[in-house]
């Protein structure tokens, strides 16, 4: 356990010791740490509205199903590993290092999973199974989320895992749900016909 501790440590170290070093990747990353994901959410509407209009209400509706598990899955956590250890922020257990922001990163929660990359992993993973062309993109931006957390001084490497393995969980019960209900839709259909 120590050796992972250490491991996650230091990456964080290695990843936060590029703040300061160019002022453009700094602002590139502050954006992409606190802005980019509402970015993603309204580009995403704004493209099924305008291409896929009739796959707007389905994907969406699995998009907050998505969200919400994201969610009740942090809280437990967060409850759960509350009672065992509590995992400061970055720049709160190590106040000398550089953090760029503290936007939407709270000082009263923990810092396992990172939400920011939970949600915009889950929403870009059921976009992609719908829309391969546009989820890509949105992968990639859900990557670039969790490196800038990193980045800025608000997650370590590790939580940065964690948000990614709550977006698989999440999008796992996504799809199990509404195959599920697929599923009996095309058993109740097959019953209309007989």
Known sequence: MDFIKFLDH?????????????MLLDFF???????????????SILF??????DRLVSVFLKIIIGVLFVYLVSIFLGY????????????????????????????HKFSFPSDH????????????????????VLIGSAILIGLSRVFVGVHYPLDILGGVLNAFLAF????LIFKKKRSSEN??????KV
């Open 80 to 107: 759960i590993l509350g009672f065992f250890y509590l995992r400061q922020r970055p720049f709160l257990a190590y106040p000398s290092i550089i953090h760029l922001t503290d936007f939407l990163a709270s000082a």
């Open 117 to 136: 990359t939970a949600v915009s992993l889950v929403i870009a993973l059921l976009i992609f199974k719908d829309w391969p062309q546009w989820g890509r």
């Open 29 to 43: 990353a502050i954006f992409c740490a606190d802005f980019l994901i509402f970015f993603v959410i309204l580009l």
């Open 10 to 22: 230091s990456l964080f170290f290695w990843v936060n010791d590029w703040v300061g070093q160019f």
């Open 172 to 175: 796992t019960m996504v799809r």
């Open 48 to 53: 099924y509205f305008l291409k896929r209009r």
């Open 187 to 192: 058993k109740q259909n097959f019953l209309d």
